[in-house]
């Protein structure tokens, strides 16, 4: 969201920032309005809340809303209605059918409080990949749908980087880097390492798994307890959140990148990890199939033995052709997904629908 923002404005908008909550990447926003909203919070949903006031002093002429399920979307939707503002959601995977059915009966009860609503009333909806796309149809929605992915900022890398402190000289690492999350699947990518170790116990004398991430609902808690369980907490580590330099040199120094996920919009980790050159390890469900096409991913299954034999594939490559993958990665990013790109496209939605016209070929709209 913050790279969106930033290269919007970069190019011609004024853009004002409001969230929920504190930000640990605070540096990601600088130059732009941010502005926290003010609200209550009692079993994980917020009350009241300031945003209609925020809406009020900055007047915007779009709302771009990131997210669902959160009663800012309520706010956002009641304000944008009596002031006739035009805005855009982006769902960011949370139409996809395995994130709808996660907690099910609290997202129907929000939707009949305030997010059917909030969805129906949108200029347009936002997909960061065709199958995103399909999900927001399958959904219901009849919107205008503009299919447009994420974005990245090319790293600049000037010498190596220093090599964290977790980094072992004897072993190459594998990384895993997001949201310690039930929906990211580490659970079956412990469970696979620990199979494979069981038939090739060579595999810890040269990798072993690094998961970066902050945890979600108590997740990281539940992971070390299974790691332990299997008996591969040699085999792993645990670096909670990285930011800035110590998130780049956990890039710079691993030698690759999983994501085992089952439901995601389009991952910034992966993107990340290309623009890096690392060689990715990854599901249909990450939503990025040139990856596979373009020989720079492993596919992966969401099941132990699927990610077992993934894993033991990519271990049992010579490192040259592992550095090729990674090649592929960069060159899909370079050509694919940097955020000039990106904010280009967006803008001609913006303007799309602020001063009408024909709409944009990135924009679907449904009869």
Same mark, same amino acid.
């Given at each position: 969201?913050?790279?969106?923002?930033?290269?919007?404005?970069?190019?011609?908008? $004024?853009?004002?920032?409001?969230?929920? $909550?504190?930000?640990?990447?605070?540096?990601?926003?600088?130059?732009?309005?941010?502005?926290?909203?003010?609200?209550?919070?009692?079993?994980?949903?917020?009350?009241?809340?300031?945003?209609?006031?925020?809406?009020?002093?900055?007047?915007?002429?779009?709302?771009?809303?990131?997210?669902?399920?959160?009663?800012?979307?309520?706010?956002?939707?009641?304000?944008?209605?009596?002031?006739?503002?035009?805005?855009?959601?982006?769902?960011?995977?949370?139409?996809?059918?395995?994130?709808?059915?996660? @907690?099910?009966?609290?997202?129907?009860?929000?939707?009949?409080?305030?997010?059917?609503?909030?969805?129906?009333?949108?200029?347009?909806?936002?997909? !960061?990949?065709?199958?995103?796309? %399909?999900?927001?149809?399958?959904?219901?929605?009849?919107?205008?749908?503009?299919? &447009?992915?994420?974005?990245?900022?090319?790293?600049?890398?000037?010498?190596?980087?220093?090599?964290?402190?977790?980094?072992?000289?004897?072993?190459?690492? !594998?990384?895993?880097?997001?949201?310690?999350?039930?929906?990211?699947?580490?659970?079956?990518?412990?469970?696979?390492?620990?199979?494979?170790?069981?038939?090739?116990?060579?595999?810890?004398?040269?990798?072993?798994?690094?998961?970066?991430?902050?945890?979600?609902?108590?997740?990281?808690?539940?992971?070390?307890?299974?790691?332990?369980?299997?008996?591969?907490?040699?085999?792993?580590?645990?670096?909670?959140?990285?930011?800035?330099?110590?998130?780049?040199?956990?890039?710079?120094?691993?030698?690759?990148?999983?994501?085992?996920?089952?439901?995601?919009?389009?991952?910034?980790? &992966?993107?990340?990890?290309?623009?890096?050159?690392?060689?990715?390890?990854?599901? %249909?469900?990450?939503?990025?199939?040139?990856?596979?096409?373009?020989?720079?991913?492993?596919?992966?299954?969401?099941?132990? @033995?699927?990610?077992?034999?993934?894993?033991?594939?990519?271990?049992?490559?010579?490192?040259? %052709?592992?550095?090729?993958?990674?090649?592929?990665?960069?060159?899909?990013?370079?050509?694919?997904?940097?955020? $000039?790109?990106?904010?280009?496209?967006? !803008?001609?939605?913006?303007?799309?629908?602020?001063?009408?016209? %024909?709409?944009?070929?990135?924009?679907?709209?449904?009869?």
């Amino acid at each position: 969201m913050s790279g969106l923002a930033q290269a919007v404005r970069r190019k011609r908008y $004024d853009v004002a920032v409001a969230a929920y $909550d504190s930000f640990e990447d605070v540096d990601c926003w600088e130059g732009l309005d941010l502005r926290m909203i003010q609200a209550k919070q009692f079993a994980g949903v917020h009350f009241y809340g300031d945003l209609p006031m925020i809406l009020t002093q900055q007047s915007p002429d779009l709302v771009h809303t990131h997210g669902l399920w959160l009663r800012s979307s309520a706010q956002s939707h009641c304000w944008c209605k009596s002031s006739r503002t035009p805005y855009v959601i982006s769902p960011h995977g949370m139409l996809d059918s395995w994130a709808v059915k996660n @907690s099910s009966w609290k997202k129907k009860l929000a939707g009949l409080w305030f997010e059917y609503a909030h969805l129906n009333g949108a200029a347009c909806l936002h997909a !960061l990949c065709d199958s995103e796309a %399909d999900s927001i149809r399958q959904f219901g929605q009849k919107n205008p749908v503009c299919v &447009i992915p994420n974005g990245i900022e090319l790293p600049i890398i000037e010498g190596s980087q220093a090599q964290p402190p977790w980094l072992s000289s004897e072993r190459k690492a !594998l990384l895993f880097m997001g949201r310690l999350h039930p929906k990211k699947g580490i659970p079956l990518l412990l469970e696979a390492w620990a199979s494979l170790k069981k038939r090739n116990p060579s595999v810890s004398d040269e990798w072993f798994l690094a998961v970066a991430g902050w945890s979600e609902m108590g997740h990281r808690e539940e992971l070390e307890l299974k790691v332990n369980s299997l008996g591969i907490s040699e085999d792993v580590e645990f670096l909670g959140g990285l930011h800035k330099d110590s998130k780049e040199a956990a890039l710079s120094n691993a030698s690759g990148f999983v994501l085992p996920s089952y439901s995601e919009g389009l991952p910034m980790s &992966i993107l990340e990890a290309w623009s890096y050159r690392l060689p990715v390890l990854m599901t %249909d469900e990450c939503h990025l199939p040139d990856g596979f096409s373009a020989g720079a991913a492993i596919r992966l299954e969401t099941n132990v @033995s699927s990610i077992e034999e993934g894993l033991s594939d990519f271990f049992e490559m010579n490192p040259i %052709d592992q550095l090729a993958m990674g090649n592929q990665g960069f060159q899909l990013v370079e050509q694919q997904f940097t955020w $000039d790109q990106v904010a280009t496209k967006m !803008l001609g939605v913006y303007d799309w629908l602020l001063g009408g016209g %024909d709409a944009p070929e990135s924009v679907r709209v449904y009869e």
